[in-house]
């Protein structure tokens, strides 16, 4: 396919698969049960972090942490004790145990009360110098400032180590993008939504590859960086509206298979 035919082609996909129809299978339904900014923050990037494996699974143990929150994750973080975070058990998502999950508590609920907020924090990182590469990279650093247990720290994606970030690239993009038909939240004004980058899975990097848009092998920040650049062609004010498309044909169509038979 040429320039236009692809162009044609995601745009026809993004419209299809980003719909609220999308929600019903996401974890994106987690941050959808509730209506406070703070809440649906917390709840996002807890969903979004665990976001590797079977969605069914991700929604699953993402609906397990709300529980354990009583279902208002922001007053549990503001209001638990150190009692209460003891009594946590049984919050296990693959690699992720319960002394990460405390941790995670212990960090965001210092984010709120020490750095104003999640959107805060990303926000003072992006305006360093205009990128989400700085935006996370600062993020990284306060959420990691309460000293946590070496084996915390490979939760959350590092982009000096040319991480993919895709767990926080997703939830900066549920956040951040408005796109106008109730799946992402647009509640963050301040980043740009045509600076997001592509929260890159082996899903949306398959299908970027069997389309031409992206030629490096390796699911790392530099393929990040490739494919967005691709998709900014494409759309510019909003590149990663083509993550719907991407994802969507990966998962749903198995096309990286089906057009390498072509």
């Known amino acids: 396919m040429n320039f236009s035919e692809i162009k044609e082609f995601l745009d026809i996909k993004f419209d299809e698969f980003n719909r609220p129809s999308f929600i019903e299978s996401d974890p994106i339904q987690i941050p959808h049960k509730f209506s406070k900014k703070e809440d649906i923050e917390i709840s996002a990037f807890l969903a979004a972090q665990i976001a590797w494996g079977k969605r069914s699974m991700i929604i699953r143990n993402a609906e397990k942490m709300m529980s354990v929150m009583q279902n208002s994750p922001y007053d549990f973080l503001m209001n638990s004790s150190q009692k209460d975070l003891e009594k946590i058990s049984k919050i296990g998502h693959r690699t992720l145990m319960n002394e990460d ?145 991407l994802f969507g044909l990966g998962v749903f169509e198995n096309f990286s298979k089906i057009a390498g038979k072509v």
């Not at 924090?121 to 990279?137: A, E, P, R, W």
């Not at 390796?218 to 509206?241: G, I, M, R, Y």
Request: positive net charge; contains cysteine.
């Open 101 to 245: 999950f405390i941790y995670f508590v212990k960090s965001l609920k210092n984010i709120y009360e020490k750095h104003a907020g999640l959107e805060n924090v990303f926000t003072q990182g992006y305006k360093k110098d205009n990128s989400i590469y700085s935006s996370i990279n600062h993020f990284r650093n306060i959420f990691f400032e309460l000293q946590p247990l070496e084996r915390t720290k490979k939760h959350i994606a590092n982009v000096e180590n040319n991480s993919a970030s895709k767990r926080i690239n997703m939830f900066l993009m549920w956040l951040v993008r408005n796109d106008k038909r109730g799946v992402h939240f647009g509640l963050w004004k301040n980043i740009p939504t045509s600076d997001l980058k592509l929260p890159l899975d082996i899903h949306s990097g398959n299908t970027a590859r069997a389309l031409g848009i992206l030629q490096r092998t390796q699911n790392d920040w530099k393929a990040v960086c490739e494919v967005t650049e691709n998709l900014k062609k494409f759309d510019s004010a909003d590149p990663v509206k083509y993550d719907f498309a």
